[in-house]
Structures are given as structure tokens and as C-alpha cells.
């Protein structure tokens, strides 16, 4: 099984900040990349996907991705107190179907 | 937007009880997954399903679990005999095309909390 990690934090940022959440992953072939957030005794809500080397942006968010060092990364700018949540990054199972999560990194904003 | 559903939001239990939970996934997606996450720890796949059929099983999946697609639109996830450490959250999640990447993701329904006595 794919091994994702995850700092598990607690990361806190003071609002209007950047945010930097990382994820490493084991497995050299994975070609796609999931970040979802959770709010506690929520289900997971997806953010991003990101599959292609480089930076990705979508509003607030920018996901990073460098498969040599196999490494994810999420950036939240302007960070708000509504960010506060655990954030779980994700990797496919080898055979496409499964996510593979990582025990996510919680993040904390304070106003 | 459509969205998955689950029911119960909370069921409670005996052990050694049956348990049936119960998921609506968006409507013409093709594939269906259970995962479950205990209180504290991370998210972990059950089972895949497509075409009617098991596409992918974790460790987790043993016989004590079972999956249906019993009509068009409910995907259910049995558990036999349920036990103490059966006790988590479980997810139903439904995707369109199988195929993970850039293009297509897995959304999760709302979770149903399962509590064994």
C-alpha cells in the first residue's frame, strides 16, 4: 500500500497569512494527487487535484507537486478562520480505484 | 449540485449485531466506494465497486463485510456481526468515470456514524 505522510500539526497561522501544508509520498509511479479538507465529524471535501509537476492554482489555493522528490504541497493564502480544519492528502491505489489518505495535518487560523 | 447522501447519520448497535448502511450516490456516476475512519486516525478504503461487482477490496474488507447495489440508486455496506472495534465513521463516495486524476475525483456523502455497544 502507498504510504502518505503528513505532518499531523497542529499548524497555526494567524489570519491573513500563508499557510504551507506538506505531504510526502512512497511510491515513485503515482501520477495524480488529491488534497481534501475535513472539518471535524465532517466528511472529506475535496480542494484540489493536481497531477502535472509545478504549481496549480484555484482562488486561495496553490497546490504544489515535484514527483522527484516526491513530494505534494498545499499553500492557503489569506488565511481565514474558516480555513481551521484538518487537511488530508490523498494518493491513488496502484490499481486507480482506491485513495490512499494520509492522516492529515491540522491547521488552525486565529483571528 | 448533487451530492452523495447517507442514512443513517447515527446508528447504534449490539455487538454481534447486523448493520446496514445505506448510500445514495450522485446519480450517473459509475463507481461507488465505502471507507471508514475510527476516531482519531485517518481515512481508510474499504471496497470499490463497479458493473455490479467488487472492483478492489482493502484488508480491512473481510467476510464479516459485504456491499450491494440492491436497485438503481442505493449502494448499501453490510456488516455482519458487528464488533467493538467496527465502531467509526463510514463514508460512502461515488465517482463518474474510475479513473483517478486530474479530471475526475472521488465526493464523499456526509458519513454515517456507527456505534457498537
Known amino acids: 500500500q502507498k504510504e502518505v505522510e503528513q505532518n499531523s500539526g497542529p499548524l497555526s497561522v494567524p489570519e491573513g497569512a500563508i499557510a504551507s501544508l506538506n505531504c510526502t509520498y512512497s511510491?515513485?509511479?503515482?501520477?495524480?494527487f488529491f488534497w481534501y479538507r475535513q472539518y471535524s465529524g465532517k466528511s472529506p471535501e475535496l480542494i484540489m487535484s493536481?497531477?502535472?509537476?509545478g504549481d496549480k492554482e484555484d482562488g486561495r489555493f496553490t497546490a504544489q507537486l515535484n514527483k522527484a522528490s516526491q513530494y505534494v504541497s498545499l499553500l492557503i493564502r489569506d488565511s481565514q478562520p474558516s480555513d481551521s480544519a484538518t487537511y488530508l492528502c490523498?494518493?491513488?491505489?496502484?490499481?486507480?480505484?482506491?485513495?490512499?489518505f494520509g492522516k492529515g495535518t491540522s491547521l488552525l487560523v486565529t483571528p | 449540485e448533487p451530492e452523495v447522501t447517507q442514512t443513517p447519520s447515527h446508528q447504534v448497535t449490539q455487538m454481534g449485531q447486523e448493520v446496514i448502511l445505506r448510500c445514495v450516490p450522485i446519480?450517473?456516476?459509475?463507481?461507488f466506494y465505502w471507507y471508514r475512519q475510527i476516531l482519531g486516525q485517518k481515512v481508510e478504503f474499504l471496497v470499490s465497486f463497479y458493473n455490479n461487482e467488487i472492483s478492489e477490496k482493502s484488508e480491512i474488507f473481510d467476510d464479516q463485510f459485504s456491499v450491494e447495489r440492491p436497485d438503481g440508486s442505493n449502494f448499501t455496506l453490510k456488516i455482519r456481526s458487528t464488533k467493538l472495534e467496527d465502531s467509526a465513521m463510514y463514508f460512502c463516495a461515488s465517482e463518474a468515470s474510475g479513473v483517478l486524476g486530474a479530471t475526475d475525483t472521488q465526493y464523499f456523502g456526509p458519513g454515517t456514524r456507527l456505534t457498537v455497544l
Open positions: 493536481i497531477y502535472s509537476n
Open positions: 446519480s450517473n456516476h459509475l463507481y
Open positions: 511510491d515513485r509511479v503515482s501520477q495524480s
Open positions: 490523498a494518493v491513488p491505489s496502484n490499481s486507480g480505484y482506491a485513495l490512499n
